[in-house]
């Protein structure tokens, strides 16, 4: 399958009784990492399939919810053309401490999605 989803991400106003809610429930590995500026990122480590995170929510007013990212091959490319289709890009390409770049489009119903492109290895 092309473009498959690679990360599920929780933006939550309460991290802490989600983090027990989801460790209880599914007996996740959680993993926080710190990514400076006072932002604490926690991994979500499932074993097989995909994995994703957990983070206080950082649009104040904005529900909790999950977001599902698709791997793209070039982030710039993939933001332009989902804008050219109609797309608002939410939060444009940006930089994750080295991993890769993101960027969250909303799309023509209203449905969030992140993309994702990972670092070369």
Known sequence: MGNPFVHVELATHDLGKA???YKSLFS???DDVDMGG???YTMIKVGEGTGGGMMTNPMPGAPSAWLPY???DDIVAATA???SLGAKVLRDVTEVMGA???SIIIDPTGAALGLWQPNAK
């Open 19 to 21: 983090k027990s809610f």
């Open 28 to 30: 996740w590995e959680l």
């Open 38 to 40: 006072g932002m604490m």
């Open 70 to 72: 698709a791997h793209v």
């Open 81 to 83: 053309k989902a804008k």
């Open 100 to 102: 890769g770049r993101f």
